[in-house]
T-cell receptor
Framework: GAVVSQHPSWVICKSGTSVKIECRSL??????MFWYRQFPKQSLMLMAT?????????EQGVEKDKFLINHASLTLSTLTVTSAHPEDSSFYIC???????????FGPGTRLLVL | AQKVTQAQTEISVVEKEDVTLDCVYE???????LFWYKQPPSGELVFLIR??????QNEISGRYSWNFQKSTSSFNFTITASQVVDSAVYFC?????????????FGDGTTLTVKP
């Protein structure tokens, strides 16, 4: 149980385009989802926290207008990287959590390469 | 604010050696959760263990064991008789139950290389 999927797993796009990444909890309802970014050989950095039906809470330094997060249902959250630039190239990982605050379940990640 | 420190950036051992990965944390909460994750080259985080702040019992799972000591704010991870497949980046993480909306803070990770 507690499986989280992400789609796509890989994406290559041209600079200036927008990319949408989906995060789904497959067998449980996720009241909260988190989005992380990980640069090569670095740790996971939390970008934002999203609760179903409400606006996401962004971490300091993360541009809200650039990284649009939508958590429209208890099983789906999306991250849209708008007007992507090469510096946005990274590994994006989502996690989902139920009402209990104990454990986050992580998706497999999405590798974004912006040319 | 919560903080997790993994002082060992890289560790290299020879197969069958035991290895301990250190994790030291800081938090003001009395209720919190500690985690260890493994990240192989594929990138997917593999959950290894969760420990809550009220449970200081050490745990053993096969070749893995964890030593939680609140007195020193440490949650160390030992792999016994290491294998090449253990090569990965290991992250320690902390989640506060009462503050920070339960967000997890990750350490910088320890890259473990097990040589045959």
């Amino acid at each position: 149980g507690a499986v989280v999927s992400q789609h796509p797993s890989w994406v290559i796009c041209k600079s200036g385009t927008s990319v949408k990444i989906e995060c789904r909890s497959l067998d449980f309802q996720a009241t909260t989802m988190f989005w992380y970014r990980q640069f090569p050989k670095q740790s996971l950095m939390l970008m934002a926290t999203s609760n179903e039906g409400s606006k996401a809470t962004y971490e300091q330094g993360v541009e809200k207008d650039k990284f649009l997060i939508n958590h429209a249902s208890l099983t789906l959250s999306t991250l849209t990287v708008t007007s992507a630039h090469p510096e946005d190239s990274s590994f994006y990982i989502c996690s989902a959590r139920t009402g209990s605050r104990e454990t986050q379940y992580f998706g497999p990640g999405t590798r974004l390469l912006v040319l | 604010a919560q903080k997790v420190t993994q002082a060992q950036t890289e560790i290299s051992v020879v197969e069958k050696e035991d290895v301990t990965l250190d994790c030291v944390y800081e938090t003001r909460d009395t209720t919190y959760y500690l985690f260890w994750y493994k990240q192989p080259p594929s990138g997917e985080l593999v959950f290894l263990i969760r420990r809550n702040s009220f449970d200081e019992q050490n745990e053993i799972s096969g070749r893995y064991s964890w030593n939680f000591q609140k007195s020193t704010s440490s949650f160390n991870f030992t792999i016994t008789a290491s294998q090449v497949v253990d090569s990965a980046v290991y992250f320690c993480a902390l989640s506060e139950a009462d503050t920070n909306a339960g967000k997890s803070t990750f350490g910088d990770g320890t890259t473990l290389t097990v040589k045959p």
